[in-house]
């Protein structure tokens, strides 16, 4: 496979560039992207954030780099046989498995920056090497995708195979879409909307891959979105909660995050958010919550954020600061269960499209 060459490609040249050095009595040394917050900046050509041109070196003959030099190279080692081998790993797998090479790191927060900083001086993506977190979401929909993974090369599947949606794993993102019924991608962030969702069979009534982001959408669901929406040119709609959390959930799915800002292909620009809005608490008489302290800081912290700027996105963020209430995708269960698909959905999705 292509990508899996040029992986191993990558990551060789990194050892040969280290022995390279030592074998000329000198200190190995490397230079990669800075990561730091001043070096990111929002691109408003492709609507998201990248990494500036500042660079940051890594000099073993510097004590202070020691550790985090050996750190990197051991998670470029690990990597490199995940990839030969055909293996995938959990970001905690990789922690822990650190332990039995002695190389120390003190929580998994510092050896999930490591696998960063490989992203970063590779240009490859941790899920290229074989690295995925723990916490999966889920899809539903008429697509058919075809399996690259090694011992499944060639096997089809249909995501409608589960009522329950079919997890999205390291196999699935890495698969190739070959043929689709629908016509756009609904992504959720509740578990209990997404089954709702697929009980009332809105999928077939609205043509919908239906995506349950779980949340903040993990990475490579943005990965799989995003390659649905190039291959099978579907539009991508974001149905979240009614608060400035499920706003940034839609966000980050449309602009991308700054977590991710040096790795390529995850952000969807032309996403749209469907709410739920303050104008649709207020429009639609849901029950809320009283925003709390926490809720309101992060409103003020939205207004700051290069993302928000725009005159819809600041007016939004306005009208949750006027309104101070909150409300879940569920709360439109007072107008009965199959209110949100009969009445809300065509609602937003007529207007939308």
Known sequence: MPRQTDSIEKLTEIGKQVISS????????????????????????????????SKTKRDSSNVKHVKSFMQLMWVASFAKQLVKNGRTSSLRDIYYSSEAFGVDFKNQAESDRI?????CLTGISREDFGVFPEEHSSIYGEVVMKYT????????????????????????ITAEP??????????????????????????????????????????????LMRKLREHLDLPVFVFTDGDPWGMHIAQVIIAGSANAAHIDRLAIPDA???????????????????????????????????????????????????LRKKAE????????????????????LNFAI
């Open 22 to 53: 030592i074998q000329n009595a000198e200190y190995p040394s490397i230079v990669l992207p800075d990561r730091s917050t001043r070096n990111i900046v929002f691109d408003s050509v492709s609507g998201q954030f990248v990494l500036g041109n």
């Open 115 to 119: 696998i960063a900083d490989l992203e």
């Open 149 to 172: 993974v090694s011992g499944y090369e060639g096997r089809e599947v249909d995501l409608t195979i589960s009522p329950d949606g079919f997890p999205i794993g390291s196999a699935l």
């Open 178 to 223: 070959v043929s689709t019924k629908a016509k756009m991608i609904l992504a959720i962030e509740s578990g209990g909307m997404f089954s709702r969702l697929i009980e009332t069979r809105c999928w077939e009534r609205f043509g919908a891959v239906l995506i349950h982001l779980g949340g903040q959408a993990p990475r490579s669901t943005r990965r």
């Open 272 to 322: 749209k958010w469907i709410g739920v809005t303050a104008g649709d608490i207020a429009k639609y008489s849901l029950p809320t919550e009283d925003m709390n302290n926490k809720d309101l800081r992060r409103l003020e912290e939205l207004a700051q954020d290069s993302r928000y700027l725009t005159s819809d996105w600041s007016a939004q963020i306005d009208a949750f600061k006027n």
């Open 329 to 348: 995708q569920q709360a439109f269960s007072r107008h009965g269960m199959d209110f949100v698909v009969e009445q809300y959905l065509p609602d937003k």
